[in-house]
């Protein structure tokens, strides 16, 4: 029993770094409607950025996080206003395609650049420490994602509802003619959420890092991660994603704790059965 | 003479192969209030647009104090101090009604208009800020929508059809604040169906016919049929 | 003068017999072509197969699909499968498995129609990566690590070697000559013809009582099983099978998105120039590995960019061709 509570704990906190890997495609979504096919290929692009500065610099990854975002928001910015902006309109096919073939650039780059051998962040000292609660382990890694998970959503929250950016955001989201009446310049707008997305795709990657190992193929799979985060939570709400998050989490080590071939594949079943049952999600946004 | 506040110079627009606007001219002096007016699909909602940036053109078929604005973006033309009212009141669903205001603030241009003069001018508005935009009737959210265009403070202000759609007695509320407004100095275009409301509002009175000035006068100087005989089309 | 409405075109009709000519050279290329070119020739017909697919789908139906692996993965595993533990002869398990992919699509696109626009294409890839986790956990077919077809699936094939090569390139050739015509003619069709009033605005299309979403299940439905039987020749050519090869988004999707992307989207003639411009490139560049791939996203990213239409849209706006005669044409007649 106390074997099964364990994992439901571990899923848990699992379900904090996937809502970090949704958080930014959400964030996308919500303000221009576009769907980043790339941006798991970015949070490994992170990852390998965290492992560089770390290398270079020797410092510890957390540390490396103060170079890594922002860069990446400022890669964010270049790729939105460089080349994105032009995708956005009524047809889906550009920005899903052009996206597609930038996942295959950044890859291609990281093999290149990287080998395909796999890597790890060196976290030191946090990666093996845990506590002890009532009788389950748990390690501090996954507690610090899990709550750093839950300050970014907040932070994204907070930015989203009660500042000036925030408002423009919402403003171009939902009449992009008119924002730009007001004075918003929706490309800058555009560039301004791609950066932040970006940024907490920093956050994300350095995590992943430090937990597991890494190499440039997996970027696909932290997409999926993301996405079904986002369709199980309901599109549109950031505490949706975050429990999102931790459905799947919880379904990923609840498969592997039957075996550990299922863990991915109960994740994937959990999402195709909350897709079956409730298509919205299970919280989907309400206008307030 | 003074340098006149907007020059439109033979103002074509086009929506695909389809010819909106042919060869305007027009000239808006500093402070004056005109109306224009028209039957639907005459071109005046374009005519909003291409003022206001929404519709790019030749950079010299739109002036603004001598400055050819015809090419800007509309964000850059807001920056310049003009600012549309756009038909249909277009507020942002998920913005609450300050937040609405706010946002036409966003500009940040400097002059009397804040939030306080806004609720001072709409006082329900006070009363509704934190609501959602959407959940107002029809004339409050034409509140919200004349008092986001005056936070960013604009000296040429553009209204689209701000009585469509609206009660009759809503109508005159909105209009019996429109004096208010221009009186501070603000140069203002007025397009309208609703003909009697906008020439009490204006000196000048300019009537579209398909996308071309039809006639073009003082407003006391214009008869009712030659009005009628511009906007329809026919000879009175 | 009267004028008469025509589909057909002198160069249509031009390329039509020029069509039929190399065909015909084709199918002899056993008793000309060597043993390495049947190969790269039958691999081109089968891309060339997956691309008028996956164009139909995502350039007419408007389903852009990132999960067609699923399928190419499905019908090589059925080859495998059909053969080993039931008996089939490995063309009638090709045949089958589409028919069994056909059967199972149906559920999956009442489950992943529900997601719009582009999360539609992620949850085709959900779909793809349930299929591939799911196959690696049989282990009588091998499991994570994959298996062979048994020789004697293989003679059955034909009995020599030669014989077993020219019978897979035929199949290869047979198989793109029936996806393009099907194609071909599902477009002509009055069901076609219900997917382009689709494709250029879904409110009128409706407005006329076309059912959108019973359409786009019949495109995908139809797609899934025709990929499914081209997967099982893919994997007849293979000879062997494993999850990561048979359901690799790179191999099936990737490329395929970039043929289609860079010959042309919704059109016919695209998936044939794209295709012919692919393996050129891969000729020239395949040493270059990673590199190529890089080359190959970044084409096709300028494409959509600059040319969304792909380089047949550049030939078609310049030239004013269509080989393959879908629009109406109005003609003056004396």
Not at chain 1, 153 to 162: D, H, K, S, T, W
Not at chain 2, 158 to 170: C, H, N, T, Y
Not at chain 3, 106 to 112: D, E, G, N, R, S
Request: glycine content about 12%; hydrophobic content about 55%.
């Amino acid at each position: 029993m106390i074997e099964w509570t364990g994992a439901i704990v571990q899923g848990v906190l699992l379900g904090g770094l996937y809502a970090l890997f949704a958080a930014g495609l959400s964030l996308i979504f919500g303000v221009m409607r576009l769907v980043n096919i790339a941006h798991g290929d970015l949070i490994i692009l992170a990852a390998y950025m965290g492992l560089t500065t770390t290398v270079m610099l020797g410092v510890h990854p957390f540390l490396a996080l103060l170079i890594v975002m922002p860069l990446m928001a400022g890669l964010g910015y270049a790729l939105q206003r460089g080349v994105l902006n032009q995708t956005l309109g009524d047809d889906i096919l550009p920005p899903l395609l052009v996206t597609f073939g930038l996942s295959v650039i950044i890859q291609n780059a990281l093999l290149e650049f990287y080998t395909a051998d796999p890597r790890k962040l060196p976290g030191g000292a946090v990666e093996t420490a845990s506590l002890d609660l009532g009788g389950i382990t748990v390690g501090v890694l996954p507690l610090l994602t899990f709550g750093i998970a839950v300050a970014v959503i907040a932070g994204l929250q907070f930015v989203f509802y009660r500042t000036s950016l925030g408002r423009g955001f919402r403003a171009v989201s939902d009449n992009q003619d008119i924002a730009q009446l007001m004075g918003l310049n929706k490309a800058h707008v555009f560039g301004l959420a791609m950066a932040l997305a970006l940024a907490v795709v920093a956050i994300a990657g350095i995590l992943l890092g430090m937990r597991t190992s890494f190499d440039p193929a997996i970027g696909g799979g932290r997409l999926i991660f993301g996405f079904e985060a986002v369709i199980i939570g309901g599109l549109g709400n950031l505490w949706g994603t975050l429990a999102g998050g931790v459905i799947l989490g919880v379904a990923q080590t609840l498969g592997a704790k039957i075996d550990p071939g299922y863990q991915i594949l109960a994740g994937h079943i959990a999402f195709l059965i909350v897709l079956a049952v409730r298509p919205n999600g299970l919280f989907p946004r309400v206008e307030h | 003479m003074p340098e006149a506040t907007l020059t439109l110079s033979n103002l074509d627009a086009h929506y695909g192969d389809f010819q909106a606007l042919y060869g305007l001219d027009l000239e808006l002096a500093a402070g004056e209030v005109v109306a224009v007016i028209g039957a639907n699909g005459a071109g005046k909602t374009t005519l909003m647009r291409s003022i206001s940036g929404l519709l790019r053109n030749r950079p010299d078929a739109v002036r603004y104090r001598g400055q050819p604005i015809g090419a800007m973006r509309a964000d850059q033309v807001a920056a310049l101090g003009i600012a549309l009212v756009p038909e249909g009141r277009q507020l942002f669903p998920s913005l609450s009604v300050e937040e609405n205001l706010m946002i036409g603030g966003k500009v940040g241009r400097a002059g009397p208009w804040d939030l306080g003069k806004v609720y001072e001018l709409f006082p329900i508005l006070e009363e509704r800020k934190a609501q959602a935009s959407t959940s107002l009737s029809g004339g409050q959210q034409q509140m919200v929508a004349i008092g986001r265009a005056l936070m960013a403070n604009p000296d040429l202000i553009l209204f689209d059809e701000i009585s469509l759609g609206l009660a009759p007695v809503v109508i005159r509320q909105i209009y019996q604040a429109l004096p208010s407004i221009v009186g501070e100095g603000m140069t203002a275009m007025i397009v309208e169906q609703d003909i009697a409301q906008a020439l009490a509002m204006s000196s000048r009175v300019f009537c579209l016919m398909e996308g071309r000035i039809a006639l073009e006068g003082r407003t006391e100087d214009v008869t009712h049929d030659q009005i009628t005989a511009a906007y329809f089309g026919v000879e009175a | 003068m009267s004028a008469v409405v025509t589909r057909s075109t002198p160069a249509s009709r031009v390329a039509m017999v020029l069509g039929l000519v190399a065909l015909v050279v084709l199918a002899a290329a056993p008793w000309w072509a060597g043993r390495a070119d049947m190969r790269l020739m039958g691999e081109i017909y089968l891309y060339l197969s997956l691309a008028c697919l996956w164009n139909l789908m995502a350039g007419y139906a408007g389903l852009v699909s990132v999960g067609q692996q699923a399928y190419v993965g499905f019908g090589g595993y059925m080859l495998f499968a059909l053969t080993v533990f039931a008996g089939l002869n490995p063309v009638v398990a090709i045949l089958a498995g589409g028919l069994l992919a056909a059967a199972l699509s149906v559920p999956i696109a009442t489950l992943i129609f529900r997601l719009k626009g582009a999360y539609f294409a992620i949850g085709t890839w959900v779909v793809a990566e349930v299929f591939r986790l799911s196959f690696a956990q049989i282990q009588a077919l091998g499991g994570g690590s994959g298996s062979s077809l048994p020789v004697a699936v293989v003679k059955e094939l034909g009995a020599k070697k030669a014989a077993r090569e020219a019978n897979a390139y035929w199949l290869a050739l047979g198989a793109a000559v029936v996806v393009l015509a099907s194609v071909y003619l599902f477009l002509r069709s009055r069901r076609g013809l219900a997917l382009t009033a689709i494709r250029d605005s879904e409110t009128a299309a409706s407005g006329l009582g076309i059912d959108i979403w019973r359409t786009k299940l019949e495109v995908y439905v139809v797609t899934s099983a025709f990929t499914a039987i081209i997967g099982g020749l893919i994997f007849l050519q293979k000879l062997r099978i494993s999850p990561d090869a048979a359901f690799s988004v790179n191999d099936w999707t990737a490329f395929v998105i970039f043929i289609v992307v860079i010959g042309g989207i919704g059109t016919l003639e695209g998936p044939i120039i794209g295709t012919l411009l692919f393996f050129a490139l891969r000729e020239v560049l395949a040493d270059f590995g990673t590199i190529y791939l890089m080359v190959l996203g970044l084409v096709a990213i300028v494409v959509m960019l600059k040319a969304p239409k792909g380089v047949w849209g550049l030939i078609r706006e310049r030239y004013d061709l269509e080989l393959f005669p879908l629009s109406y044409r109005v003609k003056g007649k004396e």
